[in-house]
């Protein structure tokens, strides 16, 4: 599930696109200035997409977008303004945003574009935890940036964990997601490869950050 930072001042025009993407399967943060903007691009989850007004209250919607890219330069930014002009269309682009899109405009138009541009950067069925990304397609994990070497097993295990953050899971239940009902041994393997995951997210059993233990019950993944 992407993330999506949708910046609109505009409350109807803002509801009705968040609504929109929430139920294509998009994840959104929308926010109305540039400041709030900016906020939420420093914070967690970060964005894998942000879908930029131009018009905005406090700042220039390029300031924003200038900003953006000092701080994420592979960040995918979509500008949308009510310029209809071929030269705003052209400094918008000039400063670094990825894609343009005139208002009015087609939801279902606005919906491919992002998909399009979370393909071209990699970001379709990703799943994102703070320093933690995964991508699902292609069973890889990133931690802050930095590819993890996780076993066949222990991956099945971080995306049986990841598929409900906040659930917990008995051992029973991991077990027989992940080693499958024919599994012969003990349920007590399931603690063995929690060690082995969380030593490997720098996950300290005493302070998670992303697997915790649910005394008596069996583990639960700490997200969104």
Not at 25 to 35: E, I, K
Not at 100 to 107: E, I, N, Q, T
């Amino acid at each position: 599930m992407a993330h999506i930072l949708l910046v609109e001042d505009d409350p109807q025009v803002g509801d009705l696109v968040k609504r929109f993407l929430e139920k294509e399967g998009l994840q959104v943060a929308w926010v109305r200035t540039g400041r709030e903007a900016m906020d939420r691009a420093h914070g967690t989850p970060r964005p894998d997409l942000v879908v930029l007004d131009r018009g905005l209250p406090d700042l220039e919607g390029l300031e924003v977008l200038k900003a953006l890219r000092d701080l994420d330069p592979l960040l995918p930014v979509l500008l949308l303004t009510g310029r209809a002009d071929e030269e705003s269309r052209v400094e918008g682009l000039l400063e670094g945003a990825d894609d343009y899109l005139g208002k009015p405009f087609s939801l279902k138009e606005l919906l491919a574009r992002i998909k399009a541009l979370l393909r071209r950067a990699g970001k379709e069925g990703r799943r994102r935890f703070g320093p933690l990304e995964l991508d699902l397609e292609g069973r890889k994990a990133y931690l802050e940036g930095e590819p993890l070497r996780l076993s066949a097993t222990e991956m099945n295990l971080l995306l049986a964990l990841v598929q409900a953050p906040g659930r917990v899971y008995t051992r029973e239940e991991l077990l027989e997601r992940v080693w499958g009902p024919d599994f012969e041994g003990s349920e007590r393997v399931v603690d063995a490869y929690i060690r082995l995951l969380r030593k490997k997210l720098k996950d300290d059993p005493e302070a998670p950050r992303f697997i915790e233990t649910v005394v008596g019950l069996g583990y639960r993944f700490l997200g969104e």
